[in-house]
DNA sequence: CACTTTACGATGCGAGTGCATTGTAATCGC
DNA sequence: GCGATTACAATGCACTCGCATCGTAAAGTG
């Protein structure tokens, strides 16, 4: 079996192209032309390396997930619960030119898993994980006394997410600048946090 | 010149039938010819009404607004800020099949809205509406006493409004139930308002 | 050196797309 | 009633799409 090839690089590197078709012109330009000529390769080639287009989007989708979710865990050594959620939070919102392209293609992921099922299926699978982080944060604060006890973690989790969610369109659209958004979230974990000292 | 017909009534009878066809397949199963299908009529006509496909989504688009503003105007007696927000909250989410199908298109156009410039311009119109009237909410709350004086109105209505957009999805892919949704709107709601009581 | 498997490149096909064109009734002003 | 305009219906066109097929060069194994 020749395999002078990286099977897994090639992959990568057709996803990577994809991705940044789908950031520039949405998911609906993304094809199997397009995506060849974007990556410099034959659309033979693309082919030989995903089977239909369906499993080359979901390829690239998870591709991109575990690209933000590394991110996120670099974030995972602040100094606090607070810390650490707000740096999760921002990295996931569009405020510098990498972080907009991703924001693009999420949103349409997003309304994509609408329609169809394995988009849906995967979104199903990565929300628990999601505001389950969330939850224990904010957990561990009411443990250290900077979250009051009485307040709901899991449904907190959940309204931090679906914030963050809901800004991503008004700040990709421009109704809002990096600067609103970013002051939008202190001011919510504000609310959240109680202003020790 | 012969105006036997009703020519609005026609476009909305159109354009209703390709709101049918985007919630229950998405906005890229819309065509010219699924349209005419859907709505019964011949694919001339549609092009007699529309000259192009954009001006018919746009079209589509802008009376799907106009109707969930009609809903949420009729909310607007409501007793009380709170009840008011609540009920114009409530209106935009997925909780019954009207409001599903509505929110799946409306996620598809906020999708469309990032890479295409009619939706988005058309967004970053109705944005500032919609949340300067939650903001006008908030504030005569703090009139009445209801909520505390000292929260930033504007930021809360952004707040109260992303949240309610973040909610949409993990609504209609079912990883939060309707009850839940409404639980989270409610649980948010308590934490704004003072509970005078 | 065969023989098989991988890794492509090239081409073609049927379906579907938006849109333009053409034809033709019907209905108005005159 | 006659020309002009409207309201369609039917068809065609150029294009794009995902995918299948075919051919072939290279690299391993025996």
Chains 1, 2 share one sequence.
Request: net charge negative; aromatic share 6%.
């Amino acid at each position: 079996m020749p395999k002078i090839v990286d099977h897994e690089a090639r992959r990568r590197h057709i996803a990577d192209a994809l991705l940044r078709i789908a950031s520039r012109e949405g998911l609906d330009a993304v094809s199997l032309r397009e995506v060849a000529a974007e990556a410099g390769v034959s659309m033979g080639m693309v082919q030989h390396y995903f089977a239909t287009k369906d499993q080359m989007l979901m390829f690239a989708m998870i591709q991109l997930n575990a690209r933000i979710g590394e991110r996120v865990a670099t974030a995972m050594d602040a100094p606090s619960p607070r810390a650490f959620l707000r740096a999760a939070i921002l990295e996931l919102l569009p405020l510098d030119d990498e972080r907009r392209s991703e924001a693009r293609i999420g949103l349409a992921f997003l309304a994509r898993s609408v329609v169809a099922d394995e988009p849906a299926d995967l979104l199903r699978q990565a929300l628990p994980y999601v505001i389950g982080f969330y939850a224990e944060q904010i957990r561990a604060a009411q443990e250290l006394g900077q979250v009051r006890a009485d307040l709901d973690a899991g449904i907190e989790a959940v309204i931090l997410y679906t914030m963050a969610q809901g800004l991503v369109n008004p700040a990709l659209i421009g109704h809002l600048s990096p600067e609103e958004v970013v002051a939008t979230v202190d001011y919510h974990l504000d609310r959240l946090f109680l202003t020790s000292g």
